[in-house]
């Protein structure tokens, strides 16, 4: 929209409570009203310039005219010339100050009739000081002043044409009319020369205000893009800002543990080892303490996940309490926590942290509506060793936890040489079980299943074994709690399922019918229901009956996830696997687990069995199993049974299948081939009465 039509939007009338006229804003953008007022305001300052710049030039007519113009007539001119440049020289002061007050409309109009009555003033020049013919040359004076303001004010009022025009035409056209007036041929030559002058003056404001609304739009745009440029400056600032306090907390997330807040594994591992160069160049003492939690496990089963959160959370806090400034304290995961002290003079003040901690810990933790009371088990390690690293203070103070739970939870034990030479030696078994994992040392070993009635076999109890090249045969006991802490149980996992699964291929065709290989099944296993689908899987594409297994799972797997036990113990039933819960009795709910879940048998454990025949409450056990294993058509299974009279009292409390040293260990799958397809020791030591394993008198 040209600046014209935005002047003569202006000049309608209504204004809003601002002093802007309404019709302005149905007829113009924003901007454009925006440039209009600046232009105006432009265009006020100009005119300033020209009014502080009238008094001399008033004067300088006076003083070139005062000797051949009327004097009175001079006279009056220049004091009503000199008023009006004073009156816009205050306007310009009440528009600086004061323009909030009125709209754009108002202030127009004010320099609208200044300018009109300044043009006016300097078209009366002629009519009020024309020398007489007998001075052309001041009466071309005269015109010369005329045009020459007219030049001037040209470009003071070029921002907006009613500026303008209210000042040249009434200048111009009184100015052409009183030369005319004097009638001389001279004199209408110079009224002439006026309007020409007008007329010249109309084409240069053409130009003139060109340039004006032009630049002024430019200053806009450059206004408007400096605006611009400090909105996004500032909008970049804000996502700096906002980008530093994500990374921030961020990289807080990434090196603290989500639950307590201290310090992860990686955090305080980096700490260690930078506390650890320094002191190696300082010769400073550097400890770490290795605090786990007693018997939390027990607590996280029994009252559940969210009660152990919020015991880890309250035992943060409490140890928290207990360091010194610049101490560091961190969660390694689970219930175990690590503590790295500086700036010691002895060993003393590492065991005097630790003791404090016991100490904080007498008091009851109230966690939810609970008071618990727990003890914590605490290793401690120094750097002795100039080559020590983070990680080998942090194993060194583990070992020294282990030590301490040991002998028997809630103390304090600090790593010795002893204790690194165990080290040594654990590192160098968990090295011998990962190359026996890959290279076909641990094998699998079946234990026999005996029916008590009739001596044969109707199953067998996989066992690993490690064949060891230096030391022989080695039990299960002797490394699966290893390949548990090493983070290898789900490799020997593997191997045995694999063993089990070339065992149904070897034995398929030669078995009785419900004859089952037994597996053990750890908790992380039952956890995880793609395992067990991957090794049906395996079995399909075998082409091997799953129905040739039974899984055994102990009552502590089952409890930590009741729902995902159920879940997994459901899928091996429907593909024909039976279920088993071993070590039955044991544990503190076993009678109130059976109903819950889907099972096929119950293995009676072996520490009922070993005091059956010289205890009433053992034996009391036993009867009520296999009273509650009928009730609910479960087939139970006692295990470690070594003597015949053993053997004879689960015969008459009703218990059907043993396995045990009274008829064999475990023997490699060759062995257990030839006891099934011919006759097993215990068979032949049956045939002669003097010794039959199944009787202790030798009678059946």
């Not at 220049?78 to 909030?100: G, K």
């Not at 101490?327 to 219930?335: A, K, P, S, V, Y």
Request: hydrophobic share 45%; proline share 4%; net charge neutral.
């Amino acid at each position: 929209m040209g600046v014209d039509v935005v002047v003569r939007a202006l000049s309608r009338r209504g204004t809003d409570p601002d002093g802007t006229p309404s019709r302005l804003r149905r007829l113009i953008d924003p901007e454009e009203a925006e440039l209009v007022e600046d232009l105006l305001d432009q265009a006020n300052r100009l005119n300033m310039r020209s009014s502080i710049g009238s008094p001399p030039t008033i004067l300088l007519v006076v003083a070139t005219l005062w000797s051949h113009a009327p004097r009175q007539g001079l006279l009056i001119w220049a004091a009503c010339t000199l008023a009006t440049a004073t009156v816009h020289i205050v306007l310009h002061h009440l528009h600086r100050h004061r323009s909030d007050r009125h709209g754009v409309r108002f202030w127009r109009r004010w320099y609208t009739a200044t300018l009109l009555v300044t043009g006016t003033l300097w078209g009366s020049l002629p009519v009020l000081t024309m020398p007489s013919d007998e001075h052309r040359e001041f009466q071309a004076l005269v015109v010369v002043h005329l045009i020459s303001f007219m030049a001037a004010n040209t470009i003071f009022t070029s921002p907006l044409r009613r500026l303008f025009l209210a000042f040249q035409l009434p200048l111009a056209t009184l100015g052409a009319v009183g030369l005319a007036a004097h009638g001389t041929t001279f004199t209408s030559m110079l009224a002439a020369f006026v309007l020409f002058a007008l007329v010249f003056s109309l084409v240069l404001y053409d130009q003139s205000n060109r340039a004006a609304v032009d630049a002024m739009r430019l200053t806009h745009r450059n206004s408007n893009l400096v605006d611009e440029l400090r909105a996004e400056r500032e909008r970049i600032h804000e996502a700096n800002v906002e980008l530093r306090g994500m990374n921030e907390r961020l990289a807080h997330q990434a090196a603290h543990d989500a639950l307590t807040d201290l310090a992860n594994r990686p955090l305080f591992q980096t700490r260690l080892q930078e506390s650890l160069d320094a002191a190696r160049r300082r010769r400073g003492l550097v400890a770490v303490l290795f605090i786990d939690v007693d018997r939390f496990k027990l607590i996280n089963d029994s009252l559940g996940h969210h009660v152990g959160d919020e015991l880890l959370i309250a035992v943060a806090a409490r140890l928290r309490g207990c360091l010194r400034p610049g101490d560091l304290l961190g969660r390694q995961g689970g219930d175990e926590f690590t503590v790295l002290l500086t700036g010691l003079s002895g060993v003393d003040d590492a065991i005097q942290v630790a003791q404090s901690i016991r100490a904080s810990l007498r008091a009851p933790l109230q966690v939810g509506s609970r008071e618990l009371i727990v003890t914590v088990s605490i290793g401690c390690a120094t750097n002795g060793h100039p080559h020590d690293r983070a990680d080998d203070l942090l194993r060194h103070a583990d070992s020294a936890m282990y030590r301490a739970k040991a002998l028997g939870r809630n103390c304090i034990e600090v790593f010795d040489e002893s204790m690194r030479e165990a080290l040594v030696r654990r590192v160098d078994d968990e090295t011998e079980l990962r190359r026996a994992l890959t290279g076909g040392e641990i094998v699998a070993w079946y234990q026999p299943e005996v029916d008590l009635a009739t001596g044969r076999i109707v199953g067998a109890e996989s066992l690993a074994r490690w064949i060891h090249p230096r030391l022989g045969v080695r039990n299960a006991g002797e490394f699966v709690p290893l390949a548990e802490d090493a983070g290898m149980l789900h490799d020997l996992s593997v191997v045995m399922h694999r063993q089990a699964s070339m065992a149904v291929a070897a034995l398929r065709e030669t078995v009785p019918s419900g004859f089952r290989i037994r597996v053990n099944i750890s908790g992380t296993q039952i956890m995880d229901l793609g395992r067990l689908n991957g090794w049906l899987t395996q079995l399909e594409l075998r082409g091997l009956p799953p129905t040739m297994l039974s899984l055994e799972v102990t009552e502590t797997a089952l409890i930590q996830d009741i729902a995902a036990a159920r879940a997994w113990l459901t899928t091996a039933r429907s593909v024909g696997m039976h279920v088993s819960l071993d070590d039955f009795g044991t544990g503190y709910s076993s009678l109130a687990l059976v109903p819950q879940l889907p099972l096929d048998g119950l293995k009676i454990d072996l520490g009922f069995v070993r005091e059956l025949t010289t205890s009433r409450a053992a034996r009391a056990v036993v009867a009520a199993t296999v009273e509650l294993a009928a009730g609910l058509d479960l087939v139970v299974v006692a295990e470690g049974v070594e003597t015949a009279e053993q053997a004879a009292a689960l015969r008459k409390i009703g218990v059907h299948r043993a396995q045990g040293f009274l008829f064999a260990p475990a023997v490699p799958l060759t062995t257990l081939t030839g006891w099934l397809t011919g006759s097993p020791p215990w068979a032949e030591a049956r045939a002669t009465p003097a010794l039959d394993l199944l009787s202790p008198m030798g009678t059946p």
